[in-house]
């Protein structure tokens, strides 16, 4: 199925450290969101950002939506043991679905 | 303010076997979508249903159909299972006329194990 391409797959990081991952999409696309997945569970919203080069933060996390509309990050500032999961950038155009990137998986060393 | 809930939370079945998967979606939501999170994944969208119609469909065969009811809630039936079909079934609520519409709410998942 339709996936964006998200980058890194992975990080190993020390807790309060910052962290950044993005997503790209061949596509525009008119709403970017982000979650997080913690093991057994279903994805929660963190941000959802709905204008290009929109920049929103909420607590320690800031994501923006790049200008092309094809592209959005997301940083954890100070990150700590809670930051601990999977994270998932999706892309939304009116009309229904989510189109997810395929994760990055953060672990956080105390 | 009850979130998005799914039941079973667990289930096993066998090759060949149908299963029914249900979901309630948060208070003042008109729309369920469905998705299927293969481990390791990113979920994939496989239907959404408003107005008690299927609305929109991803890339699954018809042995995945649906049924929205008049209260919202929902349901995900699954004919002639595969092992393939082993996963994570999310489902998801948004309110369709909200400038928000993109705002999806999972609920916790329904495990399907299929042997």
């Not at chain 1, 959802?48 to 923006?64: D, F």
């Not at chain 1, 939304?92 to 990137?101: R, Y």
């Not at chain 2, 006329?97 to 299929?114: A, H, I, M």
Request: hydrophobic share 30%; charged share 15%.
């Amino acid at each position: 199925g339709q996936q964006l391409n998200q980058s890194p797959q992975s990080m190993f990081i020390q807790e309060g450290e910052d962290v950044s991952m993005n997503c790209t999409s061949s596509s525009i696309f008119n709403t970017w969101l982000w979650y997080k997945q913690d093991p057994g569970e279903g994805p929660v919203l963190l941000i959802a950002l709905y204008k290009a080069g929109e920049l929103t933060s909420n607590g320690r996390l800031t994501a923006q939506f790049g200008i092309t509309r094809k592209d959005s990050f997301l940083n954890i500032s100070a990150s700590i043991p809670s930051d601990v999961g999977i994270y998932f950038c999706a892309g939304h155009n009116q009309g229904g679905k989510l189109i997810f990137g395929q994760g990055t998986e953060l672990s956080v060393k105390p | 303010d009850a979130g998005v809930t799914q039941s079973p939370t667990h289930l096993i079945k066998t090759r060949g076997q149908q299963v029914t998967l249900r979901c309630s979606p948060k208070s003042g939501h008109d729309t369920v979508s469905w998705y299927q999170q293969a481990l390791g994944q990113g979920p994939q969208f496989i239907f959404q249903y408003y107005e008690e119609e299927e609305r929109q469909r991803g890339n699954f065969p018809d042995r995945f159909s649906g049924h929205q009811f008049p209260n919202y809630s929902s349901e995900l039936n699954v004919n002639a299972l595969l092992l393939g079909d082993s996963a994570l079934y999310l489902c998801a609520s948004s309110r369709i006329t909200s400038d928000r519409s993109g705002e999806q709410y999972f609920g916790p998942g329904t495990r399907l194990t299929v042997t």
